[in-house]
């Protein structure tokens, strides 16, 4: 292969692609194309600094870009004649077929490189992962390079540019639209036939999952996410080899065709390209059930951790690892990737674990000996809906194992869509391997975390998934409230003390003050539990009452404000006050959920400093990237102990709301909260949560209450929500794809306690959120001045209705000074003063409709003006975006036409020039 020979096709090709106007206009409509895809509205919903939108749409740009670059190739070659000629140069068709696919390609990556535009709008917009941009535009060049050489291929079948656009677009669909390919033939095959042969059903839809294997789409997800996997560039290099060859045919063609064994020929060739693309797709999976791949992420996502390769290297001989896991064999589209990720970990760890962790995968069917061994080891089936040809079905999904060393047993029941899989595997592993678990203690309060039968509705209540998500750690035990504490814990829970009767406070008190970690949720005004668990709320009846009817129960110790508790932690924690933030980190979400749901992020865009909501020097909580609380408290240092702040809110768009404020007797219903509530910002940032250690020598001695104790060791954290069973099911769920830390932090919490860290650095592995900061910095301020406008509209309003108020007053007393002085009796004075009262409250009735529907149509007006003025951030970043990606291109193109129109003009006589 001589490389001169491909030299000299490769520049003349790419020379009369770049001579006329019209390859640049092809560029400039792929970049500003890409443009439009990259910064749909769909990304400033989503706020995250990524190119996800493109990713998801580029396959269906490549079906027009490909084509567009490819379609004259060889068709005006043949077009013109020139094919002859090239043909019969000192050239072997190979040198040739490559010189032109080199030129091609470097046409696609020439405008591959303009649209780096879009990563310098990302730039410009946030903080994106260099790395994992990195890896998106190499997957974005390999899918491109196969798929040319399925565009050439469609102009080498034609003498039309047309034509062969046309046919290039049909072409590359098929790799594309692979993956669909099943589900449409199923979908065409009539109902009988389908239940007439055995098993076809099955096959065409496992067919189906596995299409991701096969498709362009499919393969370029792994790059997207960060995985420049092997088999993905297999895929990608076959497919690519595939279509030369399939041209390097039709080229050689004309050596054979018209011939008398023209015929054989064609079957011979058909053959092999049949034989050559089993092979390549056979090749494709075998190679991608290697697992091997490259990480490019950031923070290294898709290998496996330190601590992980540590844990395993150290398996003690005399206590060898078995791990079990049963996973379904066909599973639904949203469950494929973390059937992949788990197969992936458990082969890597039975590769590195040797001989002392053995590894069984077991691949499921339902109704099969498989799924009956599973449900007898805790392995518990997910009913997930799906939709496939129009028909809802729901499926049993198997995706648990079972870990096991010596006496000690580990059941992970399922994995779903949140949940770290190398975390679970991990954390299980050292569970079983160490001699002795660590203790936890529940305390079983009003809330019943530990679960247990409920006096009050008379039905049995399960325990809390934080205690069945401690069990796969720790040994949990349940701690009494009417007697001493046990002494062999290692970490006590305790959720809502502000519940204790006095005599209850006291055991706690003394287990507190023995400066053992307690770790402590407590809540101004519980969200998921209603107002009737607030510490202001009467204790209930251990018995329930008549006809539905609630009776008081005991009087809580320190009338449920838990004083006596804050003052021998050293803190101060108000329980008539809740927080809230009018800043939403999610567009999507900001009007729909109340201010009282406070997000807390890694970064504060509201703060000069750019200061984290959560510490980042401190282990807890460092690598956390978002939690959300419900009308959390606030808690203050009252200076004896060394506090450290673990979750603060933002600063310029928080205040302090009232008991009082934020709820409203109800008939019938009792206290419920109050939909808007006034609110007034205060320009604070909140501590929700502390971490509170005794100062050496500190301490209360007798007489000083206010001391926090000698050696106290807690965490306080003023939101119950946290831990209930719903944050639980959102973090494992990702509801909406939000990904949520919540859990992340109270295990963190739990584990900083009990002196065991091994496991907090691997639970926060995972993709950074990255957000559009500029746009959150932006849009700040108008949600700010949207809460200053509307809480001067509610304050005038209270004010004209208190003039209007007074204004009756006074007229009442007129009135009734007025008949006072006549010689009237006193039964007349009454009616007549019972019937101006009516008249004049009839009135200031009328005025308070009035006024309220003022003040409802300015705050409408002054939201719909905020929200006009967020688009308008978000359409000007969007022009920015769009008009910025072309420029390039256009710019290079102006000066290659210029020093063209230069070098036409040299070889001119000047006595010829206008």
Not at 240 to 260: C, D, E, P
Not at 789 to 802: F, I, Q, S, W, Y
């Amino acid at each position: 292969m001589r490389f001169h020979v491909i030299s000299a096709v490769f520049n003349r090709n790419v020379a009369s692609y770049f001579s006329g106007v019209l390859g640049y206009l092809f560029i400039i409509v792929f970049v500003v194309a890409g443009a439009f895809l990259a910064f749909n509205e769909q990304f400033f919903t989503d706020n995250l600094c990524t190119l996800d939108q493109l990713s998801t749409h580029f396959p269906l740009l490549l079906l027009f870009i490909v084509p567009a670059i490819t379609m004259t190739t060889w068709a005006d070659e043949r077009k013109v004649g020139t094919d002859e000629l090239l043909f019969t140069l000192p050239a072997t068709d190979v040198e040739i077929l490559i010189g032109k696919y080199l030129a091609v390609l470097a046409v696609y990556t020439v405008a591959l490189g303009f649209s780096l535009s879009h990563a310098v709008v990302l730039q410009w917009l946030g903080s994106p992962d260099p790395w994992l941009l990195l890896s998106t535009y190499f997957g974005y060049w390999f899918a491109g390079a196969a798929l040319l050489a399925a565009g050439m291929f469609a102009s080498v079948l034609t003498n039309s540019a047309t034509v062969a656009f046309v046919l290039g677009s049909v072409i590359c669909a098929i790799p594309v639209f692979i993956e669909q390919v099943p589900g449409l033939f199923r979908g065409l095959l009539p109902g009988f036939l389908v239940n007439l042969i055995p098993g076809l059903d099955s096959s065409l839809s496992g067919l189906a999952r596995q299409g991701d294997l096969f498709s362009v789409g499919g393969r370029l997800g792994e790059f997207t996410r960060g995985e420049i996997s092997l088999g993905g560039i297999f895929y990608f290099v076959g497919l690519t080899l595939f279509f030369l060859y399939l041209n390097a045919v039709m080229i050689a063609r004309r050596h054979w065709a018209g011939g008398k064994n023209a015929a054989s020929m064609t079957g011979q060739f058909a053959l092999r390209t049949v034989c050559l693309g089993i092979a390549i797709l056979c090749g494709a999976y075998v190679v991608s059930s290697t697992g091997f791949s490259f990480d490019s992420t950031a923070e290294g996502l898709h290998t496996l951790s330190s601590t992980t390769t540590e844990l395993l290297k150290t398996v003690p001989d005399e206590k060898p690892v078995t791990i079990q896991a049963f996973v379904s064999r066909e599973v639904p589209a949203e469950y494929v990737r973390i059937r992949k990720e788990l197969v992936d970990r458990l082969n890597a760890f039975d590769r590195i674990g040797g001989k002392n962790v053995q590894v069984r995968i077991v691949d499921v069917e339902p109704y099969s000996p498989a799924a009956e061994e599973a449900d007898g080891l805790g392995i518990e089936p997910q009913q997930v809906q799906t939709e496939e040809d129009g028909r809802v079905s729901v499926t049993d999904v198997y995706s648990g194992l079972v870990i096991s060393s010596g006496f000690d047993t580990v059941t992970v029941p399922s994995f779903s869509p949140g949940t770290p899989i190398e975390y679970e595997l991990t954390r299980s592993l050292g569970t079983v391997t160490q001699s002795q678990r660590r203790k936890v203690g529940i305390l079983n309060t009003d809330v019943q975390p530990i679960g247990g039968f409920d006096m009050q509705s008379f039905q049995s209540r399960p325990e809390w998934q934080l205690v069945q998500e401690l069990r796969k750690q720790y040994d949990v035990e349940q701690v009494g409230l009417d007697s001493a504490y046990p002494d062999n814990l290692d970490v006590l829970i305790a959720i809502l003390p502000s519940s204790l009767t006095p005599p209850q406070m006291e055991h706690l008190l003394d287990y507190v003050g023995s400066g053992k970690p307690v770790l402590i949720f407590d809540d101004p005004a519980p969200y998921f539990t209603g107002p009737g668990m607030a510490p202001l709320s009467p204790k209930p009846s251990q018995g329930g009452g008549m006809m539905g009817m609630q009776q008081p129960g005991e009087p809580k110790a320190d009338g449920g404000r838990a004083t006596s508790l804050t003052e021998l932690l050293g803190i101060r924690w108000n329980v008539e006050q809740s927080l809230f933030d009018q800043s939403n980190p999610h567009p999507r979400f900001r009007d729909l959920w109340p201010s009282e749901f406070v997000f807390l992020t890694q970064e504060d865009p509201s703060s000069t400093e750019r200061e984290s909501c959560l510490d980042q020097e401190n282990v807890i909580t460092s690598g956390l990237q978002e939690l959300v609380t419900f009308y959390p408290g606030e808690i203050k240092s009252l200076g004896d102990v060394d506090f450290t702040p673990l979750l603060t809110t933002r600063q310029r768009s928080t205040g302090v709301s009232l008991w009082e404020e934020i709820t409203q007797e109800m008939p019938f219903f009792g206290r419920q909260y109050r939909p808007n509530p006034r609110y007034k910002l205060d320009d604070k940032r909140h501590v929700i949560a502390a971490l509170i250690e005794g100062k050496d020598g500190g301490g209360s001695t007798e007489g000083e209450a206010s001391s926090g104790a000698k050696g106290v060791k807690a965490i306080f954290v003023a939101d119950m929500d946290m831990v209930h069973d719903i944050m639980f099911r959102l973090w494992r769920e990702q509801f909406m794809d939000l990904k949520i830390d919540n859990v992340l932090f109270v295990l963190n919490c739990v584990d900083y306690l009990a002196g065991d860290e091994r496991y907090i650095d691997l639970r926060k592995r995972r993709a950074e959120h990255r957000s559009l900061t500029r746009i959150e910095r932006q849009t700040s301020q108008f949600d700010r001045r949207r809460s200053e406008e509307v809480r001067k509209a509610e304050e005038a309003a209270e004010k004209t209705l208190d003039e209007a108020k007074a204004r009756l007053e006074a007229k009442i007393a007129e009135l009734t000074k007025e008949l006072e002085q006549g010689n009237v009796d006193a039964g007349t004075m009454q009616v007549r003063i019972t019937t101006a009262t009516e008249a004049e409250n009839r009135k200031l009735a009328q005025q308070e409709k009035e006024i309220t529907r003022e003040k409802n149509e300015q705050i409408r007006n002054v939201r719909m003006e905020t929200q006009q003025e967020v688009r308008a951030i978000e359409n000007n970043a969007w022009k920015i975006a769009v008009g910025l990606s072309p420029l390039p291109a256009i710019i290079l193109g102006m000066i290659v036409l210029f020093l063209k129109l230069m070098n036409e003009r040299q070889g001119i006589a000047s006595d010829r020039l206008r």
